[in-house]
């Protein structure tokens, strides 16, 4: 494939997809001392950017092939814009999802109005039964990265960048490899001079791994992220191809670092985005010595995240930052202990979320009962404050997470 194929599916994609707007932020701006623009493809329809390369793939389908159907794999992104392609383009399409896909994403992807099945209890599971429906059944396989109609739609999120800016560095997430491959091919073409970084998760190494190597590898069961978009296990053919050409290096993220991205993101800028979609943000945030005064685009690839993942993404968010404390303490179990403490806290200016008061544990003495609190504050500062209240009125704590 060649920079062509990218200019060829952005006249297909043309009223298809929405070219998603550059944002700033003068807070992300001072905490990497960049002058960063976020691509907001969670934006996009079906939520994320897949659906460009979903509808190139299925806009170049033949009428025999059409008739046939498609079939494809996916941890949710690719299945739900295969979904949405097929139903809007007339054709039937099957896409296999893993059993341990996030359930916002099966259902979504079902309301797209083609059928879902689960198999596997990881992406590359679900590819493999998603081959073997294909062999079954003459479908046409979509694969989600390895395709060069795919790899095609991902690149005209580059001719957008380049259409508005000439950046120094551009950041992508990257997962099987779809997405930065077609971005670098097409900025080797319009922005020669940017550089181009893979923002790969720490729990899902398969780019790092296959570079190594020297080829593409499979690192197994070993994935383990909570950014789900970045959990193939293995990078594609084509894509390494074209990474190794054209992409700089690889920054590696973890889950705390994308969790605190995904944070900053909604509540700086209002952006909800899954964990892939914040990965390229959390690389920044880690890169922020080396990238002081360049001008970065930041691609934020989906919003597609579990309402469950993401309240436990804000719980440990505010709990890190000082906005949230979790204690336990022993109270003597008489009439008006608990109205002494919660006083306490009262006093300190903190707000109580959640309270749990349990006196039937094994491990506590009889006449005590034991008590969680969960309390909403201002800074770590405050926390401290609360702390040293507790201990001063006699209680002794067990503070959650040190």
Known sequence: MDFADVEQARKRLAGVIKPTPLLRSDTIDRLTGARVFL????????GS?????????????????ARLGVVAASAGNHGQAISYAATRSGIAATIVMPRTAAIAKIDATRNYGQQVVLAGNDYQEARAAALDLQRKTGAIFVDAYDDPWVIAGQGTIGLEVADELSPDVVVVPVGGGGLIAGIALALAHRVPKAAILAAEATGAPQLSASLARGEPAS??????????GLATG??????FALIREHVKRVVSVNDGEIGEAVLLLLERLKLLTEGAGAAALAAVLKLCAELAGALVVVIVSGGNIDINLLDRIICHG???????LRFTTNLHDRPGELQKLLSLISEAGANVRTIDHNRTRLNIPIGSACVMVEVETRSREHVSEIRERLLGAGYEITVEGG
């Not at 690192?219 to 789900?228: F, K």
């Open 39 to 46: 691509k907001p493809e969670n934006r996009q329809k079906t």
């Open 49 to 65: 950017f897949k659906i460009r390369g979903a509808f190139n793939r299925l806009a170049g389908l033949t009428s025999e092939q």
């Open 219 to 228: 690192i197994g069961s070993s994935v383990d992220t909570i950014a789900d």
């Open 234 to 239: 293995r990078i594609g053919q084509l894509p």
């Open 318 to 324: 505010l709990a890190k930052a000082g906005r949230l």
